[in-house]
């Protein structure tokens, strides 16, 4: 007896996997900075912003086989600094081959941190929630400032 195989189609699901995987990743990452940008859900302390650069700087770019497939930083129009520097950071950081990098451009970040402020804490915390509840891949977590 001969069995005769047909995986036409199997391409297409796994790229449509691959697209739902992405989709998810990037609705985690844009959650994790923009909770950060608004409320303190960790155990550090909240900054007190006079500038509010660092308020909005944080960012996020989802990586997909070592390429940036989406970049987050939604600073607003009086920050475009503030956003230059993280969009610059993350394109020219080290990053996994596979996962979300989340990170704060501005100079200070890792000072304020240091002194036990919520710099990047809250957007971590809220990243890996979302990553274990909505992604069922092994995908690296990483933040960086």
């Given at each position: 007896?001969?069995?005769k195989k047909?995986?036409?189609?199997?391409?297409s699901?796994?790229?449509?996997?691959?697209?739902?995987?992405?989709?998810?990743?990037?609705?985690?990452?844009h959650?994790?900075?923009?909770?950060?940008?608004?409320?303190?859900?960790?155990s550090?302390?909240?900054?007190?912003?006079?500038?509010?650069?660092?308020?909005?700087a944080?960012?996020a770019?989802?990586?997909?086989?070592?390429?940036?497939?989406?970049?987050?930083?939604?600073?607003d129009?009086?920050?475009?600094?503030?956003?230059a520097k993280?969009?610059d950071l993350?394109?020219?950081?080290?990053?996994p081959?596979?996962?979300?990098?989340v990170?704060d451009?501005?100079?200070?970040?890792?000072?304020?941190?240091?002194?036990?402020?919520?710099?990047?804490?809250?957007?971590?915390?809220?990243?890996?929630?979302?990553?274990?509840?909505?992604v069922?891949t092994?995908?690296?977590?990483?933040w960086?400032?």
């Amino acid at each position: 007896m001969k069995i005769k195989k047909d995986l036409s189609g199997l391409d297409s699901f796994i790229q449509e996997v691959e697209d739902e995987i992405n989709q998810d990743l990037i609705d985690a990452a844009h959650k994790a900075v923009d909770t950060q940008k608004v409320r303190n859900e960790s155990s550090k302390k909240t900054y007190e912003n006079h500038t509010w650069n660092l308020r909005n700087a944080p960012g996020a770019a989802v990586v997909r086989n070592g390429e940036i497939i989406d970049l987050y930083v939604p600073a607003d129009g009086e920050h475009s600094e503030a956003k230059a520097k993280t969009e610059d950071l993350i394109k020219s950081g080290k990053f996994p081959q596979n996962g979300i990098v989340v990170a704060d451009g501005m100079e200070y970040a890792s000072f304020v941190s240091s002194k036990g402020f919520d710099v990047l804490d809250t957007a971590s915390h809220v990243l890996e929630r979302e990553v274990k509840e909505n992604v069922t891949t092994n995908i690296k977590v990483k933040w960086q400032d």
